[in-house]
């Protein structure tokens, strides 16, 4: 069977196969981000650094088979994940083997993260579930990835010069406190730098979790496009469109 439409058929396909393919790259992704988070601070040792290449060649192989079964690849290209995903490979795989002043690149591999949306809007054409609850998923998914870009940053520009920024879990803190406004001022950063910083993350992120806390305490709508106007969300038990009137077939979960 040629190889280019198998893979196709694994990335795009509805069958239970390629439905549990995916859901393993899912899997694999979460774990991966997991470790990424437990060894950002941690120096580079023959394990860590096998590792590393392992999962570096498996995000290779996953981007490059996308990359091919593409229909546009220039577009690809230019999505965001995509490029997280080049950053991740190359701080996984070629910057520990340059040199070892490359290591804070390893701290961005926490940009995985943006992925998620791609896989939010594969799940979105397959489960119910997401297409229901799709607002708060993607509020909790903004959140974290906020969370740990900025966590990533902050490690980056403070570990080596603010003593109160030593482990990735220092700057996970600073991070959260700073964001929930709480500010027990046990770990700051100093300088203008580290003010605006500090700013950026209040302002930017009090937004995403006053939206995220919007999203889970208003009436959950579902994410339908009519075929007339256009307008893409209706209550989940709507049969005509409340702007135009247009009859809709919103797929449910059926009867309980």
Known sequence: MDLKKTLKTLYTGRSHRATGFRYGLISFDVMSILFFVMTAAIPLGPAILLTDILIGLVILADFSARLWIAPNRWHMLRQIYTIADIIVIFSLIFAPLINESFAFLRVLRTLRLLYSYHVIRE?????????THETIILGIVNLMVFIFVMTAL???????????????????????????????????????????????????????????VTAIFRPAKVRYICPECGLNQHEPDAVHCKHCGESLKIETEGSQ
Not at 123 to 131: D, K, P
Request: proline share 3%.
């Open 154 to 212: 902050v490690f980056a520009l403070q570990h080596n010069s603010n003593p109160l920024i030593v482990t990735y879990i220092d700057a996970l803190y600073f991070t959260v406190s700073t964001l929930t406004t709480t500010g027990f001022g046990d770990v700051t950063l100093p300088g203008t730098q580290g003010k605006l910083l500090s700013v950026f993350i209040m302002v930017i992120g009090v937004a995403l979790f006053l939206r995220l």
């Open 123 to 131: 799940l979105r054409s397959e489960n119910v579930f997401f297409r």
